[in-house]
């Protein structure tokens, strides 16, 4: 019996190298090794995205992109959180055992209070719905960002305290953090991210490729662009750079050319993927709906054991 894993990519804007190398080629690697259930958690992106269109093509957008990198929709399951409405129903519950205090020492909420942005009622439960999506299916492993750790760990607090009210029922998770890419820093020399609007985007065009690589940031100082070194290094050895590093030190045009090679000849590939995908939306759609009802079926039948254990299965 292969281990359940489960992850899932929020649909909040376009995917960025620094997303690729840090997280979701890894999905890719996994998908042999694990029973997988890869989904787009919509109804978490309600916290920031509030536009109904806008909505929609980020969501077919991560859907295009979970098969464009490679993921296979025969051997994993593909879906999107809203199809099932088991995972809202399940925060529910969940939401009746933790308590306030406990949710208020969540990062992301710390944040929004610590920049006195007035939260969401959403945004504080945000780990809660997130537990949810984990733990309704016997998850193993959660492979994540070092940022999303503390979340999973309140998934596993919510299991072991669900288990000693109601008895045995969910399996703990554990996160895995994702091999370390150390930071891929951004045009700015910041991590990249699409909150800093410094990113290389992962389908970019040839010519965007050029003006974002021709606008990373270098120190004056040493030989070697410590910026441009960084992305380069996602796409060749560092064997192999740091020969051409040596030979072209100081030259610091020669090196971002050398660098748009290399990305030009690794994403070109990938954005071609990408566009034949994103030909055919209703084959796109498809996966998801189909991804969907056999995800559902799963859910439902927790669902039915989680009801029965809290005491609402009448009949
Ligand atoms: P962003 O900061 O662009 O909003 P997310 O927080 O949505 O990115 O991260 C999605 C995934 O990509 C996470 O697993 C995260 O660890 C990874 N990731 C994001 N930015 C980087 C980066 N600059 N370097 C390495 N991994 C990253
Ligand atoms: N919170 C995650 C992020 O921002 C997205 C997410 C929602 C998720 N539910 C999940 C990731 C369940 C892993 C498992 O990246």
Known sequence: MKKILLSGIKPTGRPHIGNYFGAMRQFVELQNEYECFFFIPDYHALTTVQNS??????????????????LDPE??????????????????????????????RAHAYK????????????????????????????????????????????ARDIAEKFNRIYGE???????HI?????????????????SYGNTIPLFAEDSDIEKLAMSIVTDS???????????????????????LY????????????????????????????RATIAGDTGAVLKVLKDGGERTRALAQ??????REKIGVKLY
């Open 53 to 70: 269109e806008e909505l929609k093509q980020n969501t077919l957008d991560v859907a295009i992109d979970y098969l464009a990198i490679g």
């Open 75 to 104: 051997k994993v399951l593909l879906y999107k959180q809203s199809d099932i409405p088991e995972h809202a129903e399940l925060a529910w519950i969940f939401d009746c055992l933790v308590t306030v205090p406990y949710l208020e």
């Open 111 to 154: 944040d929004a209070v610590a920049k006195k942005k007035e939260a969401s009622v959403g945004l504080f439960n945000y780990p809660v719905l997130m537990a949810a999506d984990i733990l309704l299916y016997d998850t193993d492993v959660v492979p994540v960002g070092a940022d999303q750790k503390q979340h999973v760990e309140i």
């Open 169 to 175: 029922t969910f399996k703990l998770p554990n996160a």
């Open 178 to 194: 994702m091999k370390e890419v150390a930071v891929v820093p951004g045009i700015d020399g910041q991590k990249m991210s699409k």
């Open 221 to 243: 100082s040493g030989g070697v662009p410590k910026n441009v070194y960084e992305i380069h290094k996602l796409f060749r050895s560092e064997k192999e750079l740091e020969k």
């Open 246 to 273: 040596e030979e072209k030190a100081g030259k610091y045009k020669d090196l971002k050319e050398a660098l748009i090679a290399d990305m030009k000849n690794f994403i070109a590939p990938l954005r071609a993927k």
């Open 301 to 306: 039948t927790k669902m039915d054991l989680v």
